[in-house]
């Protein structure tokens, strides 16, 4: 590989994503801007920041990574991304959304639960909330991103990692999220391009489509026993019904991340940067056609690997990859791509966990600030944006020590916990908030509590996935996971955590009083 062309390229992107950071600068003038990029972003902005916030080094190197082992099982993730993360959420949740969270003048979704709940308790748990979790998704985005970095550029990981992390934190900081949508664009018009070429070249190496699928397919007897006995049945089938792994890539994977994405603090904000919901209906077909091909296409290259790996090594992918599924995608890149492709891969790899990260430092740094320190000391005068930046700061830091930390093949677990969590402790609320006038506030508050409290039971005593090395339920009851009974050892807190915060939230709202008419009639009042 040309180190020079290499460096020059990284240099290019760099400079242009420097440009962009300094126009989000530029046109930063108040905390709305900062905070919410002046509520008049255009919808072909919005819409592909919103894909590749949402798409990221987690979803290409992680769940690429997973397809690789598992096969194109992963599709219906591709599907429910689809009909979940982009029709209903643009559609039954966006638009509401935006109407409502222009009326409350809410800049963050903690504030927007707040106010429409009309509590303080609420913004600032769910600000806690957001601060203290999204480290963990930061941190396999990091992962992700330095990985590729080691691979392409043959440096150390942890170089990488911190080198990876002060390119984002200096424009997130400076440009607020105007200057983190207006890359996110760039980004993610990077991102779809390098898939799009990446699936076209693999099945050109590989025979095209038909010979490429039938090859994968006729791979079935080279499936690894402890794989086989998991319900792996070939890289082309679903898993046998009731395996394990049909209960993993079911509730984990499909469930845990597919629903799961509704409740996502940095894409719900998406939603109020919009100025009417023309813009929204606009961005629903350019945010389809991006998942589809950003999650679809590198799902399906991610179980094609295995014919080029066996056909060039007589290796599986993972087997290629020394065990760790985090290193399919790049080694396969690295190994069956031309060069020039690598450089623009490279730039997608950049851009993906860039995009998603900067969103994730700008959500958790609002949250911290704006969220609980300003509700925490309301007596005092703070400044938002520097609050903010000072926060954002801090999220870059923890998120860092946490992607040293943490162990190889994470990324697509870390991705699973944490939408996972956000979905049992914030979607009810934010559904009925939306749809629900009869909920209350102390409804809300303890839906959020339960569904929380009942994630962290779940990871600590029963899937076994984090039982097992947190060590919390061996210590306290002699056993690896309270679960004993298949498959509860192994199905995804969200079945779990989700009802309960349901069942909390419709509970207590029939048994305490209701918000005032008039504050809800200020919440649905139309706006253009």
Not at 161 to 172: M, N, R
Not at 228 to 235: I, T
Not at 313 to 321: D, E, H, P, W
Not at 406 to 427: D, E, Y
Request: hydrophobic share 55%; glycine share 8%.
């Amino acid at each position: 590989m040309n180190t020079f062309t290499l460096g020059l390229v990284v240099v290019i992107y760099l400079l242009v994503i420097a440009y962009l950071g300094y126009r989000g600068y530029s046109q930063t003038k108040s905390a709305k801007d900062y905070l919410l990029a002046g509520r008049d972003i255009h919808p072909f902005v919005m819409a592909m920041s919103y894909g590749a916030t949402f798409i990221s080094t987690s979803a290409i190197i992680g769940f690429g990574g997973i397809a690789g082992v598992y096969g194109m099982g992963l599709i219906w993730l591709t599907a429910l991304n689809i009909i979940i993360g982009v029709f209903i959420a643009f559609l039954f949740f966006g638009r509401v959304t935006r109407k409502m969270g222009h009326n409350l003048d809410a800049h963050t979704f903690p504030e927007f639960l707040g106010n429409r709940f009309q509590s303080k308790k609420i913004q600032v748990i769910s600000g806690a909330v957001i601060f203290i979790s999204m480290p963990l998704y930061a941190a396999v985005v990091l992962i992700g991103g330095a990985r590729f970095i080691e691979s392409i550029f043959e440096i150390d990981f942890s170089l990488a990692l911190t080198f990876f992390s002060i390119i984002i934190a200096a424009y997130v900081i400076a440009g607020g999220l105007k200057g983190v949508m207006y890359t996110d664009a760039l980004q993610g018009s990077i991102m779809f391009l390098s898939l799009f070429f990446l699936l076209i070249v693999t099945y050109q190496k590989l025979g095209g489509v038909s010979a490429a699928h039938q090859a994968l397919t006729n791979m079935v007897d080279l499936v690894p026993e402890n794989l086989k006995a998991a319900g792996h049945e070939g890289w082309t089938a679903f898993p046998k019904m009731n395996s394990a792994w049909w209960w993993t890539i079911t509730t984990n994977i499909i469930l845990g991340v597919g629903v799961g994405v509704l409740a996502q603090p940095q894409l719900i904000v998406r939603f109020m940067t919009v100025k009417s919901n023309r813009e929204l209906n606009r961005a629903v077909l350019i945010g389809g056609i991006f998942i589809f091909v950003a999650t679809g296409f590198i799902y399906t290259v991610g179980a094609l690997s295995n014919v080029y790996f066996y056909k060039e090594t007589s290796q599986l992918a993972i087997q290629f990859a020394q065990g760790n599924v985090d290193l399919i995608i790049p080694e396969y890149i690295s190994a069956a791509m031309p060069e020039w492709f690598v450089y623009l891969f490279m730039l997608a790899l950049l851009s993906a966990g860039m995009s998603t990260l900067s969103s994730q430092f700008h959500a958790m740094g609002t949250s911290l600030g704006r969220d609980f320190i300003e509700n925490i000391f309301p007596k005092k005068q703070f400044n938002s944006m520097l609050l903010s930046k000072i926060s954002i700061i801090v999220a870059i830091i923890i998120s860092i020590i946490i992607g040293y930390k943490l162990p190889g093949s994470i990324i697509a677990r870390g991705t699973a916990i944490f939408f996972g969590i956000c979905a049992a402790a914030f979607l009810p609320v934010y559904f009925a908030a939306l749809y629900w006038k009869r909920v209350t506030k102390t409804a809300a508050l303890w839906s959020i509590l339960s569904g929380l409290a009942a994630s962290v039971f779940a990871l600590a005593f029963m899937h076994a996935k984090e039982s097992e090395p947190l060590g919390i339920c061996q210590a306290l009851f002699g056993k690896p996971t309270l679960a004993t009974e298949f498959p509860w050892m192994i199905i995804d807190p969200i079945v779990i955590a989700l009802p309960v915060s349901i069942a909390v939230l419709i509970a207590v709202s029939l048994f305490t009083q209701k918000t005032s008419d008039e504050h809800l009639a200020a919440c649905y009042h139309e706006i253009k």
